[in-house]
């Protein structure tokens, strides 16, 4: 066995000779050719210092001041505006028609509606609740519908109820 060692080490010597002339003329090559010149960096311009002296308009760093346009108007009409301060629920992130009403739970006077989302999630609902991206409020639920108070955007400022509906599904799907 150690005179196998032995064997590999002497080959693996001989394999390592001082003769390294094609590394030395391969470098000798790439220090003759002639690179790509380079321009050198161009100088920057002096700096101008620019003093802001007007004083009379407001200035860049201040926050604006909220000036009297038609939406300012509209919002101090006295007309219907949706409660922005309440927290939304998992079901305002999606449209009515990404919902599905798969059944209904409880009694006639207190039912609970099964609510199936795009993604396959199951949600129990009823009157009360909100559901919808336009802030709907569920004001009954029945065995074949969940009936819905939504309050959309009229374009002008204000706000305005309509009423939408969730049905059924049939289960011959």
């Not at 639920?141 to 305005?160: K, M, N, R, T």
Request: one cysteine or more; proline letters at 4%; glycine letters at 6%.
């Amino acid at each position: 066995m150690k005179k196998i060692i032995l064997f590999i080490a002497l080959i693996a010597i001989q394999g390592c000779n001082d003769d390294l002339s094609d590394v030395k003329q391969f470098v000798e090559s790439v220090k003759v050719m002639r690179g790509i010149k380079i321009e050198p960096v161009p100088e920057p311009s002096e700096f101008k210092h620019f003093e802001y002296s007007a004083t009379f308009i407001r200035s860049p760093f201040d926050t604006p001041q909220q000036e009297l346009t038609v939406d300012i108007i509209s919002q101090s009409r006295d007309c219907l505006q949706p409660d922005v301060s309440r927290a939304k629920t998992a079901l305002e992130a999606y449209g009515l028609d990404n919902l599905e009403m798969l059944g209904s739970l409880g009694l006639k006077d207190n039912l609970w509606a099964l609510v199936k989302t795009l993604n396959g999630d199951v949600h129990k609902v009823r009157k009360g609740h909100y559901i919808g991206l336009f802030r709907g409020r569920i004001t009954q639920v029945s065995e074949q519908q969940i009936e819905i108070l939504e309050v959309v955007p009229d374009g002008a400022g204000c706000w305005v109820e309509r009423n939408n509906s969730i049905a059924l599904i049939s289960s011959e799907n």
